[in-house]
């Protein structure tokens, strides 16, 4: 094996003077990724000042806010219209601003990313500047940032309908629509992340990486990648259930660790036969929905801490890169401060500020298993082929 290039691994190439005539059109996608990082964060603030039903109509294009006392009082006259307000009728004028003004800054930031996608986009196009075989995917991220804002519409319409008037529960949107609504924008992340990634990271190393691997390298490493994904995969179930616990309010009760109302499993709450069907519960229970939520959470801690300690010991260690080896340590502890943050929301009741960054949290640590996999492509399917293609192809001019 060659440990020179073992040990170099694939650093980002990030200029064309460097050799990466990619790396403008990288950037920019992680740039659009950073974007839409912060406009999770202000949805999750948006939704944990139950600011998201203070808007009660969608533009398209969006519009200003409301500038002079009349035009407010316009506004908040038709939120009274609302089933939501029937719940606040003590709400001030200066407190319905401040509850408008997180929503309306939410939208605004959407459609903000979405000019920062669509207009370099264009340039890049027109320039030939977009690497071959890279158009479906800008083609797709185009269409779900569209498609996020008619979803966020969807959900914020399953608050506002008048079957919700007579709700004695605080009225909240739908789990389930906001629950698509996460997915969309975590999909979208994952997938400006991914492809800015590749064209910071050239492939042209990979293969002169895995060719310097033994068989029992690539077998061993394989292993990692694997979990790799695994823990990725859970990271980003774990963080969808966490949108159930939040579209059901169910932070705020059992709060408590690691039991619940004293037990490990509290059977007798988890099924509540007035929801039906009963497989329902798994997504309305609260008790149900908030167990899940620890358990997923728990399985993925304990899966990062599996993966880090036989990754990082001295049979594995040094078959990573150091890409591999520093994402690993990054993944790690990310994963122990999400539990962290996630058992403080519980035991304190939702604070504002913890439940943020609980939520940005999960971002954080799905950003580092994604970047895991990513920094581990010189073992993956394609590569490995590839290889045996080319010794397969020296093989039979050797015999000619």
Not at 17 to 35: D, I, M, P, R
Not at 72 to 94: A, H, I
Not at 140 to 168: A, F, N, Y
Request: net charge positive; charged share 15%.
């Amino acid at each position: 094996m060659s440990a020179s290039v073992l040990q170099r691994g694939l650093p980002m190439i990030t200029s064309a003077v460097a050799g990466n005539q990619h790396a403008a059109v990288a950037k920019w996608l992680l740039g659009c990724s950073g974007v839409v990082a912060g406009i999770v964060h202000v949805g999750g603030v948006t939704r944990l000042t139950k600011s998201g039903l203070s808007m009660t109509d969608w533009k398209p294009l969006g519009s200003l806010p409301p500038r002079s006392d009349s035009e407010w009082t316009v506004e908040f006259d038709r939120y009274k219209q609302y089933p939501e307000f029937q719940q606040r009728q003590s709400m001030t004028l200066d407190e319905f601003k401040y509850i408008y003004f997180w929503e309306w800054g939410h939208r605004m930031l959407g459609r903000f990313v979405g000019v920062c996608f669509a207009a370099p986009l264009t340039y890049f196009a027109v320039k030939n500047k977009i690497p071959k075989g890279y158009y479906p995917r800008m083609f797709t991220l185009l269409t779900m940032g569209g498609t996020q804002g008619l979803i966020g519409w969807w959900m914020v319409k399953s608050g506002l309908g008048e079957d919700r008037r007579g709700d004695r529960k605080e009225i909240r949107v739908s789990p389930y629509r906001l629950a698509t609504h996460l997915t969309m924008a975590f999909s979208t992340y994952s997938l400006l992340l991914w492809t800015g990634l590749d064209l910071l990271h050239p492939s042209s190393r990979l293969k002169s990486i895995a060719s310097s691997l033994s068989k029992d390298a690539i077998r061993k490493l394989r292993y990692i990648r694997s979990g790799s994904i695994g823990v990725t995969t859970l990271t980003a179930i774990t963080a969808i259930s966490g949108a159930f616990v939040a579209g059901n309010d169910a932070g705020n009760a059992y709060n408590t660790f690691p039991l619940m109302a004293d037990q490990w499993i509290p059977w007798d709450d988890m099924i509540d036969e007035s929801i039906q069907p009963l497989y329902r519960n798994i997504f309305e229970n609260t008790a149900t929905v908030q167990w899940d939520h620890r358990a997923l959470a728990i399985t993925t801690a304990s899966s990062i801490l599996g993966l880090s300690t036989m990754a990082l010991s001295k049979n594995f260690s040094h078959l990573l890169t150091p890409q591999a080896r520093r994402g690993i340590i990054v993944m790690t502890t990310a994963g122990i401060g999400q539990v962290c943050l996630g058992i403080s929301t519980l035991l304190l009741y939702v604070p504002i500020n913890i439940a943020a960054a609980h939520q940005l949290g999960s971002l954080a640590l799905l950003s580092s298993g994604l970047y895991v996999v990513h920094s581990l492509r010189y073992v993956s399917p394609r590569v490995i082929q590839s290889i045996s293609k080319s010794s397969a192809m020296k093989d039979v001019a050797n015999i000619l």
